[in-house]
T-cell receptor, first 112, second 114 residues
Framework: QQQVKQSPQSLIVQKGGISIINCAYE??????FPWYQQFPGKGPALLIA?????SEKKEGRFTISFNKSAKQFSLHIMDSQPGDSATYFC???????????FGAGTTVTVRA | KAGVTQTPRYLIKTRGQQVTLSCSPI?????VSWYQQTPGQGLQFLFE???????NKGNFPGRFSGRQFSNSRSEMNVSTLELGDSALYLC?????????????FGEGSRLTVL
């Protein structure tokens, strides 16, 4: 079963707008929550990650918000650019192992 | 530093055949993981190898197997191919020192089973 649920499946945003992707997880033992970005024909690449001891992490235009009690986390892409058009995957793992449980992915299209 | 290299990039097989996919990790990375990516199931963990030992395994049938060599290069094998095995197979390498949790993915091997 899907241990990490991701929504929406796709979204379209205008250049300069904000993209928001949400994820929810079941396993409270998860302690590492990364977001990966994938362009067509390429493998996923780590975008940003958070651990549950912080509620927010920001790197440039990308911010993760984490709500431990609700078992939810989200990715905000500020000032979205056409180059951000890609598929974004949230994921979770536990104990520092490399067995990631991925969400189903969100395809983001940024219109110029 | 060269990235993760996967070969072949594309291949076509027929049902019942077997296939071997190869992965060369980033230099110095000793952990290699394999994932299957399909439109219906998304990204699913197959297995992870570290120092030639399988350290973790996903929920796939025994037809899916892998191994890692002393130089950290890895191969995965799928026997008795089924139509549903058509997918992008992604290899990822990671460093254990420090264990950052970050996976570095290759571009994948796209397998089509006819």
């Amino acid at each position: 079963q899907q241990q990490v649920k991701q929504s929406p499946q796709s979204l379209i945003v205008q250049k300069g707008g904000i993209s928001i992707i949400n994820c929810a997880y079941e396993n409270t033992a998860f302690d590492y929550f990364p977001w990966y970005q994938q362009f067509p024909g390429k493998g996923p690449a780590l975008l940003i990650a958070i651990r549950p001891d912080v509620s927010e992490k920001k790197e440039g235009r990308f911010t993760i918000s984490f709500n431990k009690s609700a078992k939810q986390f989200s990715l905000h892409i500020m000032d979205s650019q056409p180059g951000d058009s890609a598929t974004y995957f949230c994921a979770a793992s536990l104990g520092g192992d490399y067995k990631l449980s991925f969400g189903a992915g969100t395809t983001v299209t940024v219109r110029a | 530093k060269a990235g993760v290299t996967q070969t072949p990039r594309y291949l076509i097989k027929t049902r019942g055949q077997q296939v071997t996919l190869s992965c060369s990790p980033i230099s110095g990375h000793r952990s290699v993981s394999w994932y299957q990516q399909t439109p219906g199931q998304g990204l699913q963990f197959l297995f992870e190898y570290f120092s030639e030992t399988q350290r973790n395994k996903g929920n796939f049938p025994g037809r899916f197997s892998g191994r890692q060599f002393s130089n950290s290069r890895s191969e995965m094998n799928v026997s008795t191919l089924e139509l549903g095995d058509s997918a992008l197979y992604l290899c990822a390498s990671s460093t254990d020192r420090p264990n950052t949790g970050e996976l570095f993915f290759g571009e994948g091997s796209r397998l089509t089973v006819l």
